[in-house]
């Protein structure tokens, strides 16, 4: 089946500043690509996602990033915010399930 | 819509006794998905349904677990015996009829069994 890696496990970054999370995926048949954000005690919500169509998507302070040829995609925020703190999950498909990376805890310091 | 719900939010038990964990998904969505989220394995994919219909339980990490969806709007998943390193918090999703949209995710229950 899917393989998710995700790198870093946690990442600390100074308020202002910018956090990349990056992820690698074994299944070349894989066509979607969301990112979930995780509050502390809350549930996993979609923050953006990509096809494989597209090389990259925007949305705001989030970006993600697709290269199908190396199998991997990243997540970039810039202008972090406190409450940008929380653990980032991404995740692949082919099909109907998602497969999901072991997690990302981000920490913005103020 | 209320979005995806889930009860209870949290249940206590002790070893050997069954759990039922229910979710409602949300109207219209066609796929619904149960989840398993602890610190050492992350968030697992149990078994998802179709239609009502179950298409893949290999997630089901042994025969103590079990799930049903006897109609559109109800899905339950059982625990029977249960053991303590069935801790974790359980996340019920739905998603509309194409696969690989977005998944909605419940509040989860958090069990715990002691």
């Known amino acids: 089946g899917e393989n998710v890696e995700q790198h870093p496990s946690t990442l600390s970054v100074q308020e202002g500043d910018s956090a990349v999370i990056k992820c690698t995926y074994s299944?070349?048949?894989?066509?979607?690509f969301p990112w979930y954000k995780q509050e502390l005690g809350k549930r996993p919500q979609l923050i953006i996602d990509?096809?494989?169509?597209?090389g990259e998507k925007k949305d705001q302070r989030i970006a993600v990033t697709l290269n199908k040829t190396a199998k991997h995609f990243s997540l970039h925020i810039t202008e972090t915010q406190p409450e940008d703190s929380a653990v980032y999950f991404c995740?692949?498909?082919?099909?109907?399930?998602?497969?999901f990376g072991a997690g990302t805890t981000v920490t913005v310091r103020a | 819509d209320a979005g995806v719900i889930q009860s209870p939010r949290h249940e206590v038990t002790e070893m050997g006794q069954e759990v039922t964990l229910r979710c409602k998904p949300i109207?219209?969505?066609?796929?619904l998905f149960w989840y398993r989220q602890t610190m050492m394995r992350g968030l697992e994919l149990l078994i998802y349904?179709?239609?009502?219909?179950?298409?893949?339980d290999s997630g089901m990490p042994e025969d103590r677990f079990s799930a049903k969806m006897p109609n559109a709007s109800f899905s339950t998943l059982k625990i029977q015996p249960s053991e303590p390193r069935d801790s974790a918090v359980y996340f019920c999703?739905?998603?509309?009829?194409?696969?690989?949209?977005?998944?909605?995710f419940g509040p989860g229950t958090r069990l715990t069994v002691t």
């Open positions: 999703a739905s998603s509309l009829t194409a696969p690989g949209l977005e998944q909605y």
């Open positions: 299944d070349s048949a894989s066509n979607y």
């Open positions: 990509i096809r494989s169509n597209v």
């Open positions: 995740a692949a498909s082919k099909g109907d399930k998602l497969s």
């Open positions: 109207s219209g969505h066609d796929y």
């Open positions: 349904f179709n239609n009502n219909v179950p298409i893949d």
